[in-house]
């Protein structure tokens, strides 16, 4: 799970980098807050191609502090990474309503790659310590 929240933190990075060199913005469904993509990454809203910054940070505390007895760690994880994947899914960078740079792109598929290998690592680490005696 370790691994997994440092691939999201290390997305995150990229697409901050992204978001501020190619200035797009996060529109999720169709919404767009005021100000500059530099100002919505500070604040924590994130941008078109960067989850914002508490999640990749809650992400790892919470693959930090896993235990083989406790399941919450593991859902934080889980929950995170279901919200990574849906805040990309209703971005309109996603859906290409605007023309986007490859670097765009890619952080497109980085972010669902990431999200998915959260989901995916944090639902069996549920799994196997719901198996524990």
């Known amino acids: 799970m370790l691994a997994a929240s440092a691939l999201f933190s290390a997305t995150a990075a990229y697409g901050a980098v992204v978001g501020v060199r190619e200035d797009v913005p996060g529109e999720p469904l169709g919404w767009r807050p005021p100000g500059k993509v530099s100002t919505h990454e ?3 809203l994130g941008s078109g191609t960067m989850a914002p910054w508490p999640m990749p940070v809650a992400a ?3 693959a930090l502090a ?3 007895d406790s399941t919450v760690p593991a859902q934080v994880c889980l929950g995170i990474g279901s919200a990574c994947l849906v805040g ?3 971005e309109p960078v996603t859906w290409g309503r605007r023309s986007t740079s490859r670097a765009t792109t890619l952080t497109t598929a980085l972010h669902l790659l990431s999200g998915a290998a959260l989901v995916l690592t944090a639902r069996r680490a549920v799994l196997t310590s ?3 005696p």
């Open 60 to 62: 790892v505390i919470a």
């Open 88 to 90: 990309t899914v209703v």
């Open 42 to 44: 500070i604040v924590g």
């Open 130 to 132: 719901r198996r524990l």
């Open 66 to 68: 896993s235990r083989p």
